[in-house]
């Protein structure tokens, strides 16, 4: 078992920063693929950023590619999701999520392929 924990969101004008932290329970976290997730309103979830358990491969969407950074702290069980230049689109529920297995190489950007998510963080964004 995983449990996670998402910290870090609130209300801020467009053009602003926030920065995201999720907490791991489990020691092995540094053998964990981990991924921030979104869901806005009526929406489907959907995948924003991924990092290996390694740090070396990175991955993003396109919509926040060049604003947001994903990176983790192995040491301290923690993922973050630097935010910059927010948009009103951006506003959404942000999860954090974690495979079900370690060493997790297969699809990052499908929400299916993920087994362990945190309660969320709400991100909201003023025009």
């Known amino acids: 078992q995983v449990q996670l924990a998402e910290s870090g969101g609130g209300l801020v004008q467009a053009g602003g920063s926030l920065r995201l932290s999720c907490a791991a329970s489990?020691?092995?976290?540094?053998?964990?693929?981990m991924g921030w997730f979104r869901q806005a309103p009526g929406k489907e979830r959907e995948f924003v950023a991924a990092?290996?358990?390694?740090?070396?491969?990175?991955w993003y969407a396109d919509s926040v590619k060049g604003r947001f950074t994903i990176s983790r702290d192995n040491a301290k069980n923690t993922v973050f999701l630097q935010m910059n230049s927010l948009r009103p689109e951006d506003t959404a529920v942000y999860y954090c999520a974690a495979p079900r297995n370690p060493y997790y190489s297969g699809r990052y950007y499908d929400p299916n392929d993920y087994g362990y998510w945190g309660q969320g963080t709400q991100v909201t964004v003023s025009s």
């Open positions: 489990r020691r092995t976290f540094s053998t964990y693929t």
């Open positions: 990092i290996r358990w390694s740090g070396v491969n990175i």
